[in-house]
């Protein structure tokens, strides 16, 4: 099957999604809203899991809808539940910036091109997790001795320092992503938090 006709597949198990999260925003009627948005919740965990489960070949679109869900719960609500969920969905693309992806898409015609599309969204997952974190760490402002979202935004913060103060890299096909290290440190500060509570 050739890739246009593959990433043209993937996009149209995405249109459902998109006309969900189009259509619940202009709902006039909240019945119908909380109908069209429990739809659009459902869609797009049930994609979500989907290429969670088989993201290897299907990075690009799993990262998409990760995006695309993790936007979905910080619209409907700034709570913080909604937004440590929102957290959980873009560190959950850690798998799809996994050296088994690369290894996989390095021996195909097509890797050069991968790379691109990979290093683009993971200048968007990076700027997803900024935001999340920033508003996370406004919840935390009011509790006392509480640092958890503060810390991991220095961790985002840093990890941008360290990207723009580094050279531009002549290789083509790297040998990982340099956001896997931020996931990491990122999922060890949330095991961390959960290990003590």
Known sequence: MHMSTIHFYHL????PCTLLSKVWTIQRDEAKTREKL???????????NYYSYNSMGNEATFVCVSLDFSNLYSAVSDREDCLTKALAICLNCSKAFAPGSISLMRAKPTAKEWFFQMTTLSNSIHDRLSKLLLALVKFEMGRAGEDKYKNMYRQVLSFKRMQSNRESSNEILPESFA???LFEALTQSMTNEVAKD
């Open 12 to 15: 149209l198990t995405l249109v």
């Open 38 to 48: 429990a739809a659009a919740f459902n869609h797009f965990g049930a994609a979500h």
């Open 179 to 181: 956001i896997t290290d």
